[in-house]
């Protein structure tokens, strides 16, 4: 294949799956997470303090991880990002990009343009990856892809080629340096799968003394990149950073728990790659891709095709005998899925072309090269694409809404949030809402706080509130309650209390002043909730 062939077909990648990350990036909410972020992020631009992170609901220390993805965030709203959801999240597209760059890259000097192009389309088409956690919202996990693909791609050029291995190796620690100091946990599989790679090769152990120095001076920088922040806050807070960075954020969240409802089976990744593939049936080309993945690994022929199975396999491997575990943690792992997919596909088509060329009849040999393209595009994920177009562009903002609402009115603004057992009301509702509102997590007599703040019109605020609990509280209001709840028991209000249906069975109520926001919020994507009628008790 020509140079401007390729070109092409790394141009057609860019087109299709890269731009599109970029469409309505921001035209919905910040989401959970997200909300954390952005939150020290803005606390950043406000008190330009920079060195250490400050947490959503008391405003102290938000040591979990090292800040460079805010840094970075904070940096391109300095020289003139926008500070909105589009300008906090304007940098995980692009980090998506390079990443779909490398993917490409490692997938033509595998199989070819075509591999390379294949492998980015399966790898967009993983939902959850664009739309849960993924390359358009200010997370985490854009920039951990990027590192894993840029780290693999040097890795694989560095052991394969002795032009400019130097400068591969010094690209693999600044890839490494990179994740470490943003999700740095995430990060220690990258050195970990290349080392597994490596020695899954005849001559490993002449190779690696023969070519330990290359790597002295590269690790020694990155240690150099890395020490300064844990030195600066082990100087500041001291045995409690550790314990929070290390204690509670690794050993405990993954051997216990922080959140129950992270706590999964070991099979819980192996069943969502699974499921997600059986939508559009991509099962199919990445079935066969694992086949032809692994029958190569056996060989060793070529030595990627190793460093791809242990990619995908270590780091899952690893991680699915942690007790905690969330879609997200898979994401830096799922490219092999993707260039295994490719590489059968190109692999599919350079067979077809070889058993086709003698054919005389040029009729005759085009359409048994359609053909075998047409069987090609049934097993690719075609229709998942266009069906991801239209929902890029989803106009869905109803908390901005009710906040430009509550702002434009002159109302106080201030919420009160209750959510019963061990779980907690997501962090988007918080960053919205008002950081400075009366927010409870559990306990005490919340159905009369509700009616408080439902009916008094000293007291009336948005309230934040499971679903589930709603019954609860019209119970508390039938039966009347203590003479506090009959204050606040009015028939007539109950009837017409509105507010907003929200993600995660979660219920905004608007009373009193508030309720007009309830139509701003709808028209941003919300969906307008109505109380169910309550017969009130007269006592």
Not at 39 to 61: F, K, Q, S
Not at 152 to 179: D, V
Not at 212 to 241: D, L, N, T
Not at 496 to 520: E, K, Q, R
Request: aromatic share 14%; charged share 15%; hydrophobic share 50%.
């Amino acid at each position: 294949m020509t140079l401007r062939q390729q070109a092409t077909w790394f141009a057609l990648a860019l087109i299709l799956f890269g731009v599109p990350l970029y469409l309505g990036l921001g035209r919905s909410d910040l989401e959970n997470d997200e909300a954390i972020y952005s939150y020290a992020v803005n606390r950043a631009l406000d008190t330009h303090e920079w060195l250490t992170p400050r947490g959503i609901y008391d405003d102290g220390p938000f040591l979990e991880k090292p800040p460079l993805k805010e840094w970075i965030v904070e940096a391109g709203i300095t020289i003139g990002l926008p500070r909105d959801e589009a300008g906090l999240r304007f940098f995980d597209p692009l980090f998506g990009i390079l990443a779909f760059g490398y993917l490409f890259g490692i997938g033509r000097r595998l199989s070819g343009a075509m591999c390379g192009a294949i492998a980015v389309g399966l790898l967009f088409t993983f939902r959850p990856l664009i739309f849960d956690h993924g390359l358009r919202s200010n997370n985490m996990e854009a920039a951990m892809l990027l590192t894993y693909c840029g780290g693999m791609y040097h890795f694989a050029r560095w052991n394969e080629e002795a032009r400019g291995a130097r400068a591969h190796a010094w690209a693999f620690a600044g890839w490494f340096a990179f994740g470490f100091m943003t999700k740095f946990v995430a990060a220690l599989f990258l050195p970990l799968v290349a080392a597994v790679a490596f020695v899954w090769q005849r001559d490993a152990w002449p190779r690696l003394r023969a070519r330990a120095g290359e790597w002295v001076w590269p690790a020694v920088a990155a240690c150099f990149v890395i020490a300064p922040w844990f030195v600066y806050e082990h100087r500041m807070f001291g045995a409690a950073f550790w314990a929070q960075i290390f204690g509670k954020q690794v050993f405990q969240r993954f051997t216990s728990y922080l959140d129950p409802n992270h706590l999964r089976p070991w099979w819980f990744y192996l069943d969502e790659i699974r499921r997600e593939l059986s939508y559009g049936h991509r099962e199919i080309v990445v079935g066969l891709g694992l086949i032809w993945l692994a029958a190569c690994a056996w060989r060793g022929r070529p030595w990627t095709a190793r460093l791809l199975l242990a990619w995908l396999v270590v780091p899952i491997a690893i991680i699915s005998l942690f007790t905690s575990k969330l879609t997200h943690y898979e994401y830096p792992f799922l490219p092999p899925l993707a260039l295994a997919g490719g590489w059968v596909s190109a692999v599919w088509i350079e067979l077809a072309w070889a058993k086709t060329s003698h054919i005389q009849a040029v009729r005759l040999r085009a359409a048994a090269r359609v053909a075998a393209v047409v069987a090609l595009s049934l097993s690719l994920p075609l229709a998942v694409y266009a069906r991801m177009l239209p929902r890029l562009m989803v106009n869905h903002a109803p908390l901005r809404a009710i906040r430009q609402c509550i702002s434009k009115s002159n109302m106080p603004g201030t919420a009160w949030s209750y959510s019963s057992g061990s779980s907690a009301i997501e962090h988007e509702y918080y960053y919205y809402l008002d950081p400075t509102g009366e927010w409870k997590r559990e306990g005490g007599r919340f159905e009369t706080e509700v009616l408080r703040r439902v009916a008094n019109p000293a007291s009336q605020s948005p309230i934040v509130i499971w679903r589930r609990d709603l019954p609860g509280i019209q119970q508390r209001v039938e039966q009347g309650g203590s003479s506090e709840d009959r204050a606040y028991s009015t028939p007539e209000l109950w009837r017409t209390l509105t507010g907003i249906t929200l993600p995660g069975d979660v219920v905004l109520v608007l009373p009193g002043p508030y309720a007009p926001c309830a139509a701003s919020a709808a028209k941003a994507g919300g969906s307008i909730f109505t109380m169910p009628a309550i017969a009130v008790r007269k006592p």
